[in-house]
């Protein structure tokens, strides 16, 4: 249904840094860095799957921020990939916003894990497979 999404942050190194940790245990990596210079504006980070089609379709960028928090949810291919997710988002200096667990009042399947990301965004990573 979407192509891409993205939204900006506060500091586009420190976010490129942690969403780097963070994503990688669910198969997601750095793909393009767009300097201001090379845009003409503003600056961006493209993240996408390690091993896809080059396409990036998670985004970063600087920019005037807009107000309140965005909410995204990363799709783990498993549970283990959700638990490591959330220890790797933990240690690239993201906090806790639910532990990994069920949530079966979402989805029978529902195992999730939220973390907030340097800029208070709730990032989270879900599998809706059955263990």
Known sequence: MLDHIGFTVSNLERSVAFY?????????TLLYEITPEMSGAEGH???????GDGRA??????????????????AAKDRKAVAA?????????????????????????????????PDGHNIEAVCRRPE
């Open 20 to 28: 780097k940790a963070a994503l990688t245990p669910l198969g997601i």
């Open 45 to 51: 980070a493209g993240f996408g799957s390690i091993g």
């Open 57 to 74: 379709y998670f985004w970063l960028g600087t920019g005037k921020s807009k107000s309140g928090h965005t909410h995204l949810a990363f």
């Open 85 to 117: 997710f959330y220890e790797a988002a933990i240690e690239a200096g993201g906090k806790d916003n639910g532990l990994p667990g069920l949530r079966p009042h979402y989805h029978k399947d529902y195992f999730g894990a939220f973390v907030l990301d």
